[in-house]
């Protein structure tokens, strides 16, 4: 059975989160993004450009979840990153979204 988990570790500077989609990005299998694109650097700075236009600068910038799966699930990289896509759709629709699938 799958869980989901927010880090307690909040992003409180643009470059933390560039540190970050760079190791995410750079471990992953398969990559997903909903309205944004390109490297993390640009990833980065559209975050920062639609937190800025909608007045959401300041505190936590952004969140990371972890979705894990037990190896008795036998769920495959590619069938995790599909549930991961579905539940995104399902609970961030209209958000700026980076999905990483990693072993």
């Given at each position: 059975?799958?869980?989901?988990?927010?880090?307690?570790?909040?992003?409180?500077?643009?470059?933390?989160?560039?540190?970050?989609?760079?190791?995410?990005?750079?471990?992953?299998?398969?990559?997903?993004?909903?309205?944004?694109?390109?490297?993390?650097?640009?990833?980065?700075?559209?975050?920062?450009?639609?937190?800025?236009?909608?007045?959401?600068?300041?505190?936590?910038?952004?969140?990371?979840?972890?979705?894990?799966?037990?190896?008795?699930?036998?769920?495959?990289?590619?069938?995790?990153?599909?549930?991961?896509?579905?539940?995104?759709?399902?609970?961030f629709p209209?958000?700026?979204?980076?999905?990483?699938?990693?072993?």
């Amino acid at each position: 059975m799958a869980y989901v988990k927010s880090t307690s570790n909040p992003f409180k500077e643009n470059k933390k989160i560039i540190n970050s989609l760079k190791y995410i990005m750079n471990k992953a299998e398969h990559i997903h993004t909903e309205n944004c694109f390109g490297t993390p650097l640009g990833i980065a700075e559209d975050f920062e450009r639609v937190r800025k236009l909608f007045n959401q600068d300041k505190g936590r910038l952004a969140h990371h979840f972890i979705q894990s799966f037990s190896p008795n699930d036998n769920v495959t990289p590619e069938h995790a990153h599909q549930i991961g896509i579905e539940f995104l759709s399902k609970v961030f629709p209209n958000y700026q979204v980076v999905l990483a699938t990693h072993k």
